[in-house]
């Protein structure tokens, strides 16, 4: 597999990923311990942040994609089909993942590795 398609392939992953956590109904949760929740967005949107930049999307288009997403599945979580709640909170946490994700991504493109960014 080339670069390229392995960098898609994780974004792909990860996006996957993010629909089956943030979209599962209530009882498919697992009870955890208090704040897993919002570590769980902070580590999901800093993956699809890094991972969508390592696909080749620009960084704008990241961000501002990846904001809407977040705040939409807000959204779809308030429906009475899933029994979850809507939360800002989780849409900030999820904001900050998405920052850290940037972040690293800028942190890690002078690696010479298939997973850091191109100069």
Same mark, same amino acid.
């Given at each position: 597999?080339?670069?390229?398609?392995?960098?898609? +392939?994780?974004?792909?992953?990860? =996006? *996957?990923?993010? %629909?089956?956590?943030?979209? $599962?109904?209530?009882?498919?949760?697992?009870? +955890?311990?208090?704040?897993?929740? =919002? *570590?769980?967005? %902070?580590?999901?949107?800093? $993956?699809?942040a890094y991972t969508g930049l390592l696909a080749g999307l620009s960084r704008p288009l990241t961000v501002i994609a990846l904001l809407v997403y977040a705040a939409a599945s807000e959204l779809i979580q308030s429906m009475p089909v899933l029994n979850r709640a809507a939360s800002p909170v989780d849409w900030l946490a999820d904001a900050v993942g998405i920052g850290v994700g940037v972040g690293l991504s800028l942190a890690l493109r002078r690696r010479a590795c298939w997973w850091a960014l191109p100069h």
């Open positions: 597999m080339s670069v390229d398609r392995t960098r898609q +392939a994780s974004f792909a992953l990860a =996006l *996957v990923l993010s %629909v089956g956590i943030l979209f $599962a109904p209530a009882s498919a949760v697992p009870s +955890a311990p208090a704040g897993t929740d =919002l *570590v769980v967005h %902070v580590v999901l949107f800093a $993956a699809l």
